[in-house]
């Protein structure tokens, strides 16, 4: 047992922290985890044992500088593991079809969604790779992509909505099926949609049933590999940009400090609430825009990513120091944690002239964390960005999908805000997309569902009949 682990991870017995400098051999405690101790620093890596026996790294949280001592103990009865155990030989990926693979791209039907599936960029690239792409006509026309771009990358535009799902093997679209989409599945055809299966499990049923192999993009493990298809990400990139920029429209007053003749303007302060990466972009944006800006965040390890972008960090004593998981999510506050956070942003929001919220716990309703109280103290004129609005909001106000003013408070509860900007939201999903296909389809241009490889095993929802996924699973009893 090493004296001077400071470090110290929990991990089941399937998975451990990579093989690192300054890594010990991993401990077995009594209640059958697996330890790994490193010296000096606290942080985190989930790691997952490959079925080949090797450690692949699937997240990290840097170092935080939390002193030696705050770190948790090593059991006393840990034993050293000498060897891992491995695993059962790995399955062979299943084709889902064969080369070459048919993609379609139907028109987005859900009201005021803009943006596309595929770009034509993506397309010439895929179909370049030896793959067939249908688009149905006019798909990119709300993002201004019109059906000649997509032709000269080497789609073939087809004139109906039913006819890209007839013809196509998988389908790519944003937003998850409606119904009557849901209808023009047939049995083994793939989807790849944002289906937020955990909430929409009517929805997981009837793919299930209708034998349809969904991946669902806000599934895609949040780890170092898989930040290219990382979708969420790059929707909340585009969210917390437009939030800041909706902000400034609609504030009273100008963001930037001014020196002018008529006199001098001080510059804007913007709060921002929930620093992951909607709020980092928001912090940005608003210092691009010269106001002076502090964030908070009940995860302690953003605060030099916040810092790092010129604003002030907000550290609020909640009586509790492990506020995040295992995943680097943070994990739902307590009552007594939201009371110590809403009395001090209120003191902080009394000040703010903009107050954008982002902070969210993935699966559960938004926190609650400005309450109509302190929407009351703040000066008239000032307004609030709830990018929580999907989830309830982070302000008791805030009313999904409308714009309201309360007190002279404008406070924003618009909904969809990556479809505003169409143009670079298709793009970035679109590349998210195609960076998830060169998993999925193989060398020799098939379809394949391949369980050995964790993006794609954490990513599938539904296949042959089943619930693959263990958290939508969980959800459906
Ligand atoms: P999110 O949308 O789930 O939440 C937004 C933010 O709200 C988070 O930073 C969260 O800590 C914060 N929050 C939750 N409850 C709060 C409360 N009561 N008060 C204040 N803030 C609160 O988060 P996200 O932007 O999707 O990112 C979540 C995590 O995933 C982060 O740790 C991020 O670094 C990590 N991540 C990792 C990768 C990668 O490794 N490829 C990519 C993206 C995100």
């Not at 401990?27 to 989930?46: E, H, I, K, M, N």
């Not at 109906?160 to 047939?186: C, M, N, W, Y």
């Not at 942003?345 to 559960?364: E, F, K, S």
């Not at 997309?433 to 193989?442: E, G, Y």
Request: glycine content about 8%; charged content about 20%; aromatic content about 4%.
């Amino acid at each position: 047992m090493p004296d001077s682990a400071n470090f110290v991870y929990h991990f089941n017995s399937n998975s451990c922290p990579a093989e690192a400098p300054g890594w010990q051999r991993p401990w077995l405690v009594p209640d059958g985890r697996l330890l790994r101790v490193r010296s000096g620093q606290l942080g985190s890596t989930v790691c997952r044992r490959t079925p080949h026996g090797e450690w692949s790294e699937m997240e990290s949280t840097p170092p935080t500088g939390i002193p030696a001592e705050e770190s948790p103990p090593v059991p006393e009865q840990a034993v050293a593991v000498e060897e891992p155990v491995v695993e059962a030989a790995p399955a062979p990926p299943q084709q889902l079809s064969g080369p070459p693979v048919t993609i379609g791209v139907p028109r987005e039907v859900v009201p005021g969604e803009r943006r596309v599936a595929l770009v034509p960029d993506t397309v010439k690239r895929l179909v370049a790779q030896g793959n067939r792409v249908v688009v149905e006509s006019n798909a990119g026309t709300p993002a201004h992509l019109l059906d000649g771009a997509y032709e000269a990358a080497g789609a073939t535009i087809v004139s109906d909505h039913a006819s890209v799902f007839q013809q196509a093997d998988l389908i790519v679209k944003v937003q998850k099926p409606t119904p009557d989409e849901v209808g023009l599945f047939r049995r083994g055809q793939t989807l790849i949609a944002f289906l937020q299966p955990m909430v929409n499990t009517d929805l997981v049923q009837e793919l299930r049933d209708q034998g349809v192999t969904a991946f669902s993009m806000d599934a895609i493990p949040r780890t170092s590999r898989a930040q290219y298809m990382d979708a969420l990400s790059s929707m909340a990139t585009v969210a917390g940009y437009k939030a800041v920029l909706m902000a400034a429209d609609h504030l009273a007053k100008f963001m930037p400090l001014l020196t002018t003749a008529a006199g001098n303007i001080p510059p804007a302060k913007v709060l921002v609430i929930g620093a992951g990466v909607a709020g980092l972009q928001a912090i940005a944006t608003a210092r691009r825009l010269g106001a002076v800006v502090e964030a908070y965040d009940t995860r302690p390890a953003v605060k030099e990513q916040v810092q790092s972008l010129g604003a002030r960090f907000i550290e609020i004593d909640t009586g509790s120091s492990d506020t995040q998981t295992a995943a680097g999510y943070a994990r739902e506050a307590t009552a007594e944690e939201l009371a110590a956070q809403q009395a001090e942003l209120a003191r902080r929001a009394a000040r703010a002239d903009a107050i954008i919220t982002t902070a969210a716990v993935p699966g559960r309703p938004a926190p609650r964390l400005i309450s109509a109280e302190t929407v009351e103290q703040m000066a008239p004129g000032s307004v609030i960005v709830d990018l929580a609005a999907e989830t309830g909001g982070n302000c008791e106000l805030t009313q999904p999908g409308r714009i309201i003013d309360h007190n002279g408070v404008t406070i924003i509860g618009t909904l969809n805000l990556p479809s505003t900007l169409p143009i670079h939201a298709s793009q970035m999903y679109a590349k998210n997309i195609q960076n998830l296909l060169a998993l999925m389809i193989d060398k020799d241009g098939a379809l394949v569902l391949n369980m050995d490889d964790d993006i794609v095993a954490g990513t599938v929802i539904t296949h042959n009949g089943q619930v693959l996924h263990e958290g939508t699973r969980a959800r459906m009893g």
